[in-house]
């Protein structure tokens, strides 16, 4: 007899797992980075509508195709619109790119774990000897690996627990503590330095005089890229949602805390750059070189918070990454949750070994490179936005109307509204990221 499928346990258990989903190493890290090299509030604004006209619609879209199938995402692609349909490998598309995506954010994430050490420990010495720290950590290969298997570790044992026992359950412990760490975080900016004021100034008075066309290109690829959507995550998530709970409801709830938690790291982050008179645009060594050097003067009452948050937030993302793939096999193999998962955090594990290891390269794009950037660099310009371009187009042009009407649950103005996202705005949004990506728009200098 065929076992029923796994259901969330509770509407409170998916938003907080999806809400982990979306809330990654992406608010904590990019956002505050991204916003402080495109100039603060005009680039906050300007992002804020992107998620409201391209990343919503998407959600909407990917929690209908999962609950509306009851499958994993690429049987859901088959089972919404026929047998042997072509439009299965959008979702295999999403599998690879959650399988690879994984391999090297778990080396990134122990990174993080690495340093809640180095905090407790305590950052001591010259600014060049505190950010020799993180260099050292990234040249070294048992460094790396250590972490990288201790954090794979972390995710198989949660992933293997189950829906209601694995990641519901855990959800509900990991994103209560990282909202009140990164609450903790953001108070401490705004009330005990000189740099609270200046980050508010900063995130939310926009000054247009420095909205580039890059800054809104950057601007609607991260609100696609911080939902975790294109990768097939929110579609398997959909899958195990019960019929009587509201889709778009929990989209708009589910985005509007990704957003919230983004703007919070950026104040808690700013606040301490300012503090110190640091530049806001510091490129991706803001998390691992600049901060440190002010976590000196902080002491580690407020660096072990913030190292603990930033692995919390891609812990939360990585369960879901694996679940994309862990779920096929359960459906269409019938194989055991735990011995899918160990199979699958196995080969996700051994494929990060290439991005653990900074010495592992190969000739990318007219240099040397390392798998993890050029991991990073397929997913982000190639993978995710034809992944998520063809969502749009499945839904807005494909899936049946009444279909989604029904997973909607209505055909009033708000469902035409979605329609027409879906079929025009959505995919010319996403169509600019991937063309920006492949450098190929041409009014930008590249």
Not at 15 to 33: D, E, M, R, V
Request: aromatic share 14%; proline share 4%; glycine share 10%.
């Amino acid at each position: 007899m065929k076992k029923s499928r796994e259901t969330w346990g509770s509407n409170l258990g998916f938003i907080l797992a999806a809400t982990g989903s979306a809330i990654g190493l992406g608010n904590i890290w990019k956002f505050p980075y991204i916003t402080g090299d495109y100039g603060g509030g005009a680039f906050v604004l300007v992002y804020l509508g992107c998620v409201l006209m391209i990343g919503l619609p998407l959600m909407v879209s990917e929690l209908i195709i999962g609950r509306r199938a009851q499958k994993n995402p690429v049987k859901a692609f088959e089972k919404n619109h026929r047998a042997k349909s072509p439009w299965q490998s959008v979702g295999w598309l999403g599998m690879a790119s959650g399988f690879l995506i994984l391999s090297f954010y778990s080396v990134i994430a122990g990174w993080a774990m690495a340093f809640i050490f180095k905090s407790i420990k305590g950052f001591a010495g010259t600014p060049d000897q505190i950010q020799q720290q993180f260099v050292d950590l990234v040249v070294s290969p048992s460094d790396s690996i250590m972490w990288h298997t201790i954090f794979m570790v972390l995710v198989i044992a949660i992933v293997a627990g189950g829906i209601k026992g694995g990641i519901e359950r855990w959800s509900k412990i990991l994103m209560p503590t990282l909202f009140l760490l990164l609450l903790g975080l953001m108070f401490h900016g705004l009330f005990n330095t000189d740099g609270g004021m200046a980050a508010l100034n900063f995130l939310f008075q926009p000054d247009f005089s420095r909205l580039t066309a890059e800054a809104v290109l950057s601007a609607l690829g991260h609100a696609f890229f911080t939902l975790s959507l294109g990768m097939g995550a929110m579609i398997t998530y959909g899958s195990y949602m019960k019929k009587d709970t509201g889709i778009v409801r929990d989209a708009i709830l589910i985005s509007f805390l990704d957003t919230f938690i983004a703007l919070m790291a950026g104040v808690a982050i700013f606040s301490l750059v300012f503090h110190y008179g640091m530049e806001p645009g510091q490129s991706v060594g803001l998390i691992f070189k600049t901060l440190p050097v002010l976590f000196a003067d902080t002491g580690p009452w407020v660096s072990v918070p913030f190292f603990v948050l930033l692995t919390f937030a891609a812990l939360t993302s990585a369960i879901s990454l694996l679940e994309v793939v862990v779920v096929y096999f359960i459906d269409e193999k019938g194989w055991s949750r735990i011995k899918t998962t160990l199979v699958a955090g196995i080969l996700v594990y051994l494929f990060g070994i290439l991005s653990a290891v900074a010495s592992f390269t190969m000739p990318f794009r007219g240099s040397d490179q390392g798998f993890l950037d050029i991991f990073d660099f397929i997913t982000t310009n190639y993978m995710l936005p034809v992944g998520g371009l063809l969502t749009c187009l499945y839904i807005g042009w494909v899936m049946k109307e009444k279909d989604i009407a029904e997973e909607f649950g209505s055909r009033g103005l708000p469902f035409q509204m979605l329609r027409l996202a879906l079929r025009y705005l959505t995919p010319i949004g996403i169509a600019l990221v991937l063309l920006h990506g492949l450098e190929l728009l041409p009014f930008m200098e590249y």
